[in-house]
């Protein structure tokens, strides 16, 4: 927002003294309070990024303090759990749009931050029944200030979506990491020591934070338990499969998968940050 001139002034509060002072050491924000309460005084906007299950004690914190005519946002990662834990603490007059920018690194804190970490990413909105229309076209504005594309939908499909996209293939990954970290302990560690370009890809994504995603799944538990089942069943039968030598079900499922990924490579949508180790992927969209 601050390189895109798009906020008069941005005052942020963490909860940890040592996030606050990093935030002020590298410049993040204009002025850094030691409470919610006094960062969000006389704000147009406020954006609520912590974890998806605080979300509901902040909002409680802060919501006498808003004023009306304030516009209220989150970036949480699931969104039916988020409005309904924010929304009973939103005072009259207080225009509150769940939001989720499709965009993030296996880091966290202060220092991962950076400006073009949503140039060309899906925002997706959420609002509510009823939402004031100038504050969701104010906010979809300010989320295209900073290079984002922006879409609309339920908070219910939201939720389902992504744990396809996104949540279902962090517990893959978390598994997959777990699963090796306990075979190495017998194979004196080679399965760490040689594990090649698709285990190394699953260990960036188990690299993410626990808390956040400890949350994600606690709150977007229905729609992740329906996901992981397809899964399973899938995984099943390319079980069986192999067991069978059956090479035409492998071949079509892997042909079929490629396709996917091409897809998603010609609808512009892997343009991760570059220093993810992602050159591949770039070279790839080039050529
Ligand atoms: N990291 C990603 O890839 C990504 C992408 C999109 C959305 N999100 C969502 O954004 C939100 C923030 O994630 P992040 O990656 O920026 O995490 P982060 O760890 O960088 O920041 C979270 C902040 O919340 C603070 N916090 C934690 N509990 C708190 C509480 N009870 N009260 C007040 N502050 C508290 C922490 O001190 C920290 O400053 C999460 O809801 C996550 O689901 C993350
Ligand atoms: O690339 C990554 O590190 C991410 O997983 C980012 C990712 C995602 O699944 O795409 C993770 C969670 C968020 O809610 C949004 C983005």
Same mark, same amino acid.
């Given at each position: 927002?601050?390189?895109?001139?798009?906020?008069?002034?941005?005052?942020?509060?963490?909860?940890?003294?040592?996030?606050?002072?990093?935030?002020?050491?590298?410049?993040?924000?204009?002025?850094? *309070?030691?409470?919610?309460?006094?960062?969000?005084?006389?704000?147009?906007?406020?954006?609520?990024?912590?974890?998806?299950?605080?979300?509901?004690?902040?909002?409680?914190?802060? &919501?006498?303090?808003?004023?009306?005519?304030?516009?209220?946002?989150?970036?949480?990662?699931?969104k039916?759990?988020?409005i309904?834990?924010?929304?009973?603490?939103?005072?009259? &007059?207080?225009?509150?749009i769940a939001g989720h920018?499709?965009?993030?690194?296996?880091?966290?804190?202060?220092?991962?931050?950076?400006?073009?970490?949503?140039?060309?990413?899906?925002?997706l909105l959420t609002p509510m029944? &009823?939402?004031?229309?100038?504050?969701?076209? /104010?906010?979809?504005?300010?989320?295209?200030?900073?290079?984002?594309?922006?879409?609309e939908m339920d908070a219910?499909h939201h939720?389902?979506?992504?744990?396809? *996209?996104?949540?279902?293939?962090?517990?893959?990954?978390?598994?997959?990491?777990?699963?090796?970290?306990?075979?190495?302990?017998?194979?004196?560690?080679?399965?760490?020591?040689?594990?090649?370009?698709?285990? /190394?890809?699953?260990? /960036?994504?188990?690299?993410?934070?626990?808390?956040?995603?400890?949350?994600?799944?606690?709150?977007?538990?229905?729609?992740?338990?329906? @996901?992981?089942?397809?899964?399973?069943?899938?995984?099943?039968?390319?079980?069986?499969?192999? +067991?069978?030598?059956?090479?035409?079900?492998?071949?079509?499922?892997? *042909? /079929? *998968?490629?396709?996917?990924?091409?897809? @998603? @490579?010609?609808?512009?949508?892997?343009?991760?940050?570059?220093?993810?180790? +992602?050159?591949?992927?770039?070279?790839?969209?080039?050529?």
């Amino acid at each position: 927002m601050r390189a895109n001139g798009l906020a008069k002034e941005i005052v942020g509060y963490a909860k940890s003294a040592e996030t606050r002072a990093v935030a002020v050491e590298i410049g993040l924000c204009d002025r850094v *309070t030691d409470t919610a309460v006094e960062a969000v005084l006389g704000a147009d906007l406020v954006v609520l990024a912590v974890p998806v299950g605080a979300m509901g004690e902040l909002a409680e914190e802060i &919501g006498a303090h808003l004023a009306a005519g304030t516009t209220v946002t989150d970036v949480g990662s699931v969104k039916q759990a988020v409005i309904a834990a924010v929304a009973p603490h939103m005072p009259e &007059g207080v225009h509150f749009i769940a939001g989720h920018p499709i965009a993030g690194t296996e880091h966290s804190g202060p220092r991962s931050g950076f400006a073009t970490l949503f140039v060309n990413r899906w925002w997706l909105l959420t609002p509510m029944e &009823g939402a004031d229309p100038a504050a969701v076209a /104010r906010l979809r504005a300010l989320c295209e200030g900073m290079g984002a594309k922006v879409d609309e939908m339920d908070a219910a499909h939201h939720d389902l979506v992504l744990a396809v *996209t996104s949540h279902t293939p962090h517990l893959i990954a978390y598994t997959m990491v777990g699963v090796a970290d306990d075979l190495s302990r017998v194979t004196d560690s080679e399965v760490i020591n040689y594990s090649a370009a698709g285990f /190394r890809d699953f260990t /960036r994504i188990a690299a993410s934070d626990p808390t956040m995603w400890r949350d994600v799944f606690l709150t977007n538990k229905d729609a992740t338990l329906e @996901i992981l089942g397809r899964f399973t069943e899938e995984l099943f039968a390319l079980q069986r499969a192999i +067991r069978l030598g059956d090479g035409d079900h492998l071949h079509a499922y892997f *042909t /079929r *998968t490629r396709a996917i990924r091409r897809g @998603i @490579i010609e609808a512009g949508q892997d343009t991760a940050a570059p220093d993810f180790g +992602r050159s591949a992927i770039v070279v790839e969209k080039s050529g």
